[in-house]
């Protein structure tokens, strides 16, 4: 349904040209959910506003690639046909709900303006149909909150009517950058909860923006993991957890609290900062802060490699050097606990 190739996208600043999409590649089949995950300043949101166009040009330009949306590029078409695939086609939910409802209408009105923008009904169906949408997304007593304004619900609740705003016209694909980011943990949950809940009914196909690794654990059918503007990892959701080919994923991993280790294991934080987008590093972008780095690293820049099952990681270690590092590194830790 959808496939990006090869993309680009830069930000003119006026420290100079940031690469915060550095060429992307990889697809969405229809209904699947697909996770992307990386640290603060890996190009997420830029990649995922670039599927809408919805980067300001300037400082955003999209100097090479390609966004096929069911067999049209999106980067060649007018802004008019534009309008007709955001909501239509492609929705979106955004990290923080309050900014994305505007305060001074009420709930009811802005959800069937949303389903009126987008298909020709009479008011009365409109507003069965916002009734039909609240209910789905998990308000009580929808009837009434429909004359309630944004400030009258609960940061969950608002999430919950972005969702059903997002869902008004059916879009074959929903973005959702850091939709729970903004909420407590019990409230994340039942949010998560609801998009599965709405992808069974829909059969809309998800792309689902984090740093949060649980969050992709929970939802996620195939990961995209994002370092410096690039894929650096890609696979079925078990194979990046189980089966973690690449150092930066891995160490994203270790920097996750977990229930069933040793308590007196720490968590393990990535050392170092993401590197300058402007001004990349030679070689691995990554090799700066890799545990696993070799000379060669600091030289090569490292394409992805296929590893099976779809599986690709941009490693130039093989399959069985990355472990026999890996177990170094633990043996390591393992005396500097035991002493
Ligand atoms: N409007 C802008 N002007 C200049 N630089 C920008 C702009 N928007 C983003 N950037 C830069 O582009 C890079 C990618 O940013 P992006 O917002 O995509 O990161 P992200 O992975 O979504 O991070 P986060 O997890 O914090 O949301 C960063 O280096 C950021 O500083
Ligand atoms: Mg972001």
């Known amino acids: ?69 069911e067999n049209r590029n999106l980067l060649d078409l007018k802004e008019k046909e534009l309008r007709k695939i955001r909501g239509n086609e492609i929705a979106m939910i ?20 949303a389903i009126r923008t987008h298909q020709s009904m009479s008011r009365q169906n409109a507003e069965e149909k916002a009734l039909e949408l609240l209910k789905d997304v998990g308000i009580p007593d929808p009837k009434s909150r429909l004359n309630d304004y944004p400030h009258q619900f609960s940061g969950g609740m608002r999430q919950r009517v972005l969702i059903a705003i997002a869902l008004a016209c059916q879009p074959k694909l929903l973005i959702a950058d850091e939709p729970t980011t903004a909420l407590d943990v019990t409230i994340q949950a039942q949010i998560l909860e609801l998009m599965k809940d709405i992808q069974k009914k829909y059969g809309t196909a998800i792309i689902i923006i984090t740093h949060d690794l649980g969050v992709v654990a929970q939802l996620a059918d195939r990961v995209l993991v ?81 590893r099976g099952n779809g599986h690709r990681a941009a490693c130039i270690l093989s399959e069985s050097e990355y472990e026999e590092r890996k177990h170094e590194i633990q043996d390591i830790e393992r005396e500097g606990v035991e002493q």
């Open 226 to 306: 994002m370092y410096s503007g690039r894929i650096v990892e890609e696979g079925i959701t078990g194979d990046i957890f189980y089966h973690t080919s690449m150092p930066y994923t891995w160490s994203l991993l270790r920097s996750l609290p977990r229930l069933d280790s040793d308590i007196h294991q720490r968590l393990k934080s990535i050392q170092g900062q993401p590197p300058n987008l402007v001004d990349p590093p030679k070689g691995c972008n990554f090799s700066p802060r890799c545990p696993f780095v070799t000379e060669q690293c600091l030289e090569v820049d490292p394409s992805l490699v296929d």
């Open 1 to 69: 349904m959808l496939e990006v190739k090869n993309l680009k996208v830069h930000l003119d600043t006026a420290s100079g040209i940031v690469k915060a999409v550095d060429g992307v590649s990889f697809h969405v089949k229809a209904g699947e959910t697909v996770g992307i995950v990386g640290e603060s300043g890996s190009g997420k949101s830029v990649l995922a506003h670039s599927l809408m166009q919805l980067n300001p040009v300037p400082p955003a330009t999209y100097p090479q690639g390609e966004i096929i949306f």
């Open 94 to 113: 955004f990290q923080d709900p309050m900014s994305s409802l505007n305060p001074v209408f009420k709930i009811g009105n802005q959800l069937m303006e």
